[in-house]
């Protein structure tokens, strides 16, 4: 047996050693180029991206409220959509303050709990943003305000809105805009400067005593999502076959939730966001392993491809389309071995600060 495990150590070696010479002429990329880039060309512009459209949702909740009107309510709709695309590209690092201060379960908890949702709008008579933080996160964030824009049944009017409803709606963006704007503030030098954390990794760091292990928990954030996704967003609801369990069921959003999820860890691995690139966790493993790199790229797209196959919504889908949606999810899982074993070896195996 001791032999065996001693031949299978020296082959997984191989694996990685034998492919040092394959690709000559890539680009190098260093462990601290690609933390430096990851920070300052994909986390910080998300972050400061994500502020920025959830300043815009809360001006169009405002506008909605004080003029209740169908061009208003697209409108709030809309940026309701914009800050969810930046929101869920973010989940693809779920790394620091987003997961110490509980940012993420502040704002996207789901499913609604319709029952609570229903209480809380009837008995109360203040939906003041510190109201709205004391009743918990089931009846905070996106999906209570995604549940009043569009309705439970998908067709609110402007009209149709109630008094509490919009007093209730202003309440969540201005929410929503805190949680967001303390995230983005959590990781500037003006804030909590957790970038410091980041970019002096194994330098002073009290976070990551070593650039291996800040590389690793970026790897790790790429494979949670894959993970949350496949194993939890599109599982529950394809396996109970129930829409309640959906994870933006009102504006049938969930697909492009889900798309925006895999092109958020599709942008940490190839360190690109909003056309800017930099030194990126596939330029490290492209230099010593191209087709470990290729590997992953493919299978990034075809998970994001395999999304792009289900045509109806995902409340109709869990009923009408789930051929493609076991494809979907077999595609993401095929992704999260993937990072979860070849990707962590190489960074285990290479990375050495």
């Known amino acids: 047996m001791k032999r065996s495990f001693i031949i299978l150590a020296a082959a997984s070696v191989c694996l990685f050693a034998c492919k040092k010479s394959e690709n000559n002429n890539a680009a190098t990329v260093t462990s601290h180029e690609v933390i430096t880039d990851f920070v300052n060309k994909t986390a910080l512009p998300l972050y400061a991206d994500l502020q920025a459209k959830a300043t815009l949702l809360n001006t169009a909740v405002n506008t909605l409220n004080t003029a209740p009107n169908a061009t208003n309510l697209q409108a709030a709709r809309t940026a309701w959509q914009d800050v969810r695309s930046a929101w869920e590209q973010c989940e693809g690092f779920l790394i620091g303050p987003v997961e110490d201060e509980n940012y993420d379960p502040n704002m996207d908890t789901w499913p609604v709990d319709y029952l609570q949702l229903d209480s809380f709008t009837h008995h109360s008579t203040s939906f003041t943003p510190a109201d709205i933080q004391n009743v918990g996160q089931s009846l905070r964030g996106f999906h209570p305000l995604e549940s009043i824009l569009w309705g439970k049944s998908g067709n609110a009017t402007a009209d149709s809105i109630t008094t509490k409803q919009k007093q209730y709606m202003v309440g969540l963006a201005q929410d929503v805009l805190n949680t967001v704007s303390s995230l983005n503030h959590s990781w500037l030098t003006t804030g909590g400067n957790f970038q410091a954390l980041m970019l002096n990794a194994g330098n002073g760091s009290t976070r990551f005593a070593t650039r291996k292990e800040a590389i690793l928990a970026i790897v790790a954030g790429m494979s949670d999502i894959c993970g949350e996704v496949g194993g939890g967003k599109i599982y529950e609801p394809f396996t109970l076959m129930d829409s309640t369990k959906t994870e933006s069921p009102f504006s049938h959003n969930s697909i492009i939730d889900f798309t925006n999820n895999m092109k958020g860890a599709q942008q940490v691995y190839l360190c690109s966001y909003n056309g800017a690139t930099g030194a990126s966790i596939s330029k490290l493993i492209a230099a010593r392993n191209l087709s470990l790199d290729n590997k992953i790229k493919d299978q990034f797209a075809a998970a994001i491809t ?47 600060d």
Do not use: C, S, W
């Open 306 to 352: 395999a999304l792009g196959n289900i045509t109806v919504p995902f409340e109709t889908a869990i009923h009408t389309q789930r051929t493609q949606l076991q494809n979907a999810m077999n595609a993401i899982n095929t992704l999260q071995a993937t990072l979860d074993g070849d990707a962590k070896t190489f960074v285990q195996m290479y990375v050495t």
